[in-house]
């Protein structure tokens, strides 16, 4: 079946727009809240920001949702989703106007940072209910190329969200208050996603009446975790899908520690070519063009060389970017390598996304995708202090460059030999 058809069939149902509606609000406005806090904390002239205060932002941000992430995905698979979506999105849109008024306040330290950690904390849930949601409203055979339109189409959401609030900076002048005021305006997107939830039935989203028929007990969700990571365990594709996200997502979280450091203290403008908040800007344009890209490109790549030879080639490529484009450390070539590593990043996430629906139980699915985040934060933040260890305040580092490339090729090629070794006679990896 064409890929174009396969889109056709997942956007033929309204169930599937509204969800896709959902996400589009909630990661616009996830844009702005996170272009704020950027510059509000990482590109603020008043503040000096070297790998260690990167490091423990990504930290404090990311950590302790990291330690609740899995107890989060028990809930998934007990609470109603369409709940979820409305509730937290509301709840989410009062936290940013208080958090608004700290930006403006000047509020720094703890504080302030625990107010960031909760905003996060539920966008990441959010997401996980987003991604559990999605096979109750699409066919299997859709699953690659829903996945495929609908993570790309968040991350333009997000992207656009962050270009609007340093658009409106611009605009607002240098004032103090401008991102909070950006911050602030957040919200109304946000409560936009829990408006188009609110169009869903209760149990549309599931999970099933069975599976929420029983409340657990603290102990109960203890056990509930182990069955999750047990499930996982007896799903060989997805234990080596993860493996393998936690291998690129490390490699890639040094780099974007190490390419915030570049832009802050390392580079000045060049023309076209910016420096600061306005140089990331254009980084993280160039990251959701290529992931557009991979949204195109990967659904018929996928079924034409399957879960492990698509993602192999995905980090070969990511290595050869590497080392062809980053090491040059000049702007237009950054702003190439960009691109590509994020067309690698966003396929390598849409192979796995459906490698975990695909073969993962309903009843187990929500707490597999918090695992899944879970992950994505904790190799982050690792990353993030490996950069903080060994690397220069101003992010250059050729060598971490190439044993990142190494990395990324030795993953290839470990996952590329199990997962064909592992395959059930017969089995098939690739999606209809």
Known sequence: MPRRRHLLAALAAGDFRRLLAVRIAGQFGDGAFQASLAGAVLFNPERQAAAADVAAGF??????????????????????????????????????LVFAAGIGAGLSGLGFYAAALVLISV???????????????????????????????????????GGAAIGARALLGSGTGDYALIAAAAAVPYLLAAFAAGRFARSRLGPSAHERATRESLREVVRGLAAGLAHVRSRRPVLHGLTVVAVHRLGYGVTTVCTVLLYRNR??????????????TQVVTMIAVGG?????????????????????????GA??????????????????????????????????????????????????????????????????????????????????????????????????????????????????
């Open 292 to 316: 557009a890209l991979a949204a195109a490109v990967t659904p018929a790549a996928f079924r034409r060389f399957g879960a492990p030879g698509w993602p192999a080639l995905l980090l070969l």
């Open 123 to 161: 966008a990441r849930f959010l997401l996980s209910a987003l991604s559990a949601a999605l096979p109750r409203v699409v066919p299997r055979a859709e699953l690659v190329t829903a996945n495929s339109f609908t993570t790309t189409v968040g991350t333009v959401a997000a992207v656009a969200g």
């Open 319 to 432: 290595a050869a970017v590497l080392l062809s484009f980053v090491l040059s450390y000049r702007l237009p070539l950054l702003l190439v390598a960009a691109l590509l590593l994020g067309f690698a990043a966003q396929g390598v996430k849409i192979s796995v996304d459906t490698l975990v629906q695909q073969y993962v139980d309903d009843a187990f699915r929500g707490r597999v995708f918090a695992l899944y985040d879970t992950l994505f934060n904790v190799t982050l933040v690792v990353a993030a202090v490996l950069t903080a260890t060994v690397l220069p305040a101003d992010g250059h580092s050729p060598a971490s460059v190439v044993v990142i490339a190494v990395g990324y090729v030795v993953a290839a090629a470990c996952y590329a030999r199990l997962a064909v070794a592992t395959r059930p006679s017969g089995a098939s990896v690739t999606p209809g």
């Open 59 to 96: 930290a404090v941000l990311l950590l302790p949702y990291s330690l609740i992430g899995p107890f989060a995905g028990v809930l998934l698979d007990r609470w109603w989703r369409q709940r979820i979506l409305i509730v937290a999105n509301t709840a989410r849109a009062g936290g940013l």
């Open 267 to 280: 580079f000045d403008d060049q023309g076209f070519f910016r420096a600061g908040l306005a140089g990331l």
